[in-house]
């Protein structure tokens, strides 16, 4: 920490290549658009750098960190919502580039029938949009705690949220997941009839 508040360039480089990848994830899931999502993890990163001084150590500095990200992805959500950006047209992408059966630890090889996989991929790819279809508040929380499996407490430092309010939207906003996934898994077979 001292060297960050020095100004330490080589700390902030190590800095950057710990949390980059999380930090992009986290602002990717949350926006849905890999271009806005690249700009806005650099955009994190600056305000770290900015403000590092104004870090007290009440939390813990990935949780600091996460919650200027959250905050800036609101920020650009409002922004968008404001200019009617289209679609989130990269959520299929990230499905193809980041299976959830491969970040399970789970490869390819380990499933007999290749039908189980494509239906597993196409299953994801309905819950990534979905996900991104929900209420931004409730996607928030519920990327932070099923996504990046952060604790309530954390995701509560986080969103500066009361505990009960970040277990109230999370389950709200796996409700609003779960219609959206049935309706869409409906729709998807109903096409297929």
């Known amino acids: 920490m001292a060297r960050l508040v020095a100004r330490d360039e ?3 480089n190590e800095l950057v290549v710990t949390y980059e990848r999380r930090v992009f994830a986290l602002v990717f899931r949350m926006l849905g658009r ?3 999502a ?3 993890a650099q955009e994190v990163f600056v305000q770290v750098f900015k403000a590092i001084d104004q870090f007290r150590g009440d939390s813990k500095l990935s949780t600091w960190i996460y919650r200027i990200a959250v905050n800036l992805c609101k920020n650009r959500t409002k922004y968008l919502a404001r200019r009617q950006v289209g679609e989130q ?3 299929d992408a990230m499905a193809d580039r980041a299976p959830l059966s491969a970040a399970k630890g789970v490869s390819v090889g380990d499933i007999s029938r290749p039908d189980e996989l494509v239906e597993g991929m196409q299953l994801e790819v309905i819950v990534k949009h979905a996900i991104q279809q929900i209420e931004p508040d409730f996607r928030e929380v519920l990327i932070l705690r099923d996504v990046e499996d952060m604790s309530y407490e954390e995701i509560a430092a986080v969103t500066g949220l009361a505990d009960g ?3 109230s939207r999370i389950h709200r ?3 609003q997941l779960r219609v959206l996934v049935e309706k869409a ?3 998807k077979l109903r ?3």
């Open 10 to 12: 080589a700390a902030f």
């Open 34 to 36: 890999r271009e806005e």
């Open 38 to 40: 690249e700009d806005l």
């Open 89 to 91: 047209d990269d959520v």
């Open 165 to 167: 309010t970040v277990k």
């Open 173 to 175: 906003a796996r409700s």
């Open 185 to 187: 898994i409906g729709e």
């Open 191 to 193: 096409g297929q009839s």
